[in-house]
């Protein structure tokens, strides 16, 4: 499975920006869908997912700005992310797996910047 983001790009605080990830087969299927990000010298962190059960989970500090959605259709999984911060600043992975103990895929990442 191939994932491509796209979306990420330089936004003033309190701003918005829309992630995609498309994926290059269907997630109808898929076990995991989801979005993490990364700031240089740090771990990864999970951002937002949708798992097995179809219900959305997020980080606490993204709950009510961010907002994750799938189309099925379209094979995207897609990242709303309103009311930006800098501390929001980071570079962005989609991520994927087919079942629960599967590989994960990652998408190449995309960079969201921040300025106050």
């Known amino acids: 499975v191939q994932l491509q983001a796209s979306g990420g790009g330089l936004v003033q605080a309190g701003g918005s920006l829309r992630l995609s990830c498309a994926a290059s087969r269907s997630i109808i299927n898929f076990y995991f869908l989801g979005w993490y990000r990364q700031v240089p010298g740090n771990k990864r962190e999970l951002v937002a997912y949708i798992g097995s059960g179809g219900s959305t989970n997020y980080l606490d500090s993204a709950k009510g700005r961010f907002t994750l959605s799938r189309d099925n259709a379209k094979n995207t999984v897609s990242l709303q992310m309103n009311s930006l911060k800098p501390e929001d600043t980071a570079v962005y992975y989609c991520?994927?797996?087919?079942?629960?103990?599967?590989?994960?895929?990652w998408g190449q990442g995309t960079e969201v910047t921040v300025s106050s």
């Open positions: 991520n994927a797996r087919i079942s629960q103990a599967g590989v994960p895929y």
